[in-house]
């Protein structure tokens, strides 16, 4: 038997949370983790996150279709991040492409993109 880890949510309450590709390894994505959208994930499966800006609970491709199917949690040795591994469906960046890291720091896009944002989003 083991023990569940308490995560460490500190002053702010949130935690960031890294998504990770379950089957290939590709960072997806960071975003940040309540303690309820923690709870919300766990119970349902898909990946829940905390909207700072908007200041709200967000369940991660409910305008989009763009889920993410959470097949673990895992969390790091200070228990203050989190790891998502997930089963992306479409692309999990905002801007349409399949991860949130697809530019080099010098600017050069070596992301691919997955889909057309201005026809899911309203901005």
Request: aromatic share 8%; with cysteine.
């Amino acid at each position: 038997m083991t023990d569940e880890i308490a995560v460490d949510f500190g002053e702010d309450g949130l935690v960031p949370a890294v998504a990770q590709d379950a089957a290939s390894g590709e960072v997806l994505m960071l975003a940040y983790v309540s303690p309820e959208a923690l709870e919300r994930t766990r119970e349902t499966g898909v990946a829940h996150y905390y909207s700072r800006s908007r200041d709200e609970l967000w369940e991660k491709g409910a305008t989009s279709g763009h889920t993410q199917d959470v097949a673990e949690v895992r969390v790091d040795c200070d228990a203050d991040t989190l790891l998502y591994l997930v089963d992306q469906e479409g692309g999990a960046c905002h801007t349409g492409h399949q991860s949130c890291f697809y530019r080099t720091i010098d600017g050069e896009n070596v992301g691919k993109k997955v889909f057309d944002p201005d026809a899911i989003y309203d901005d």
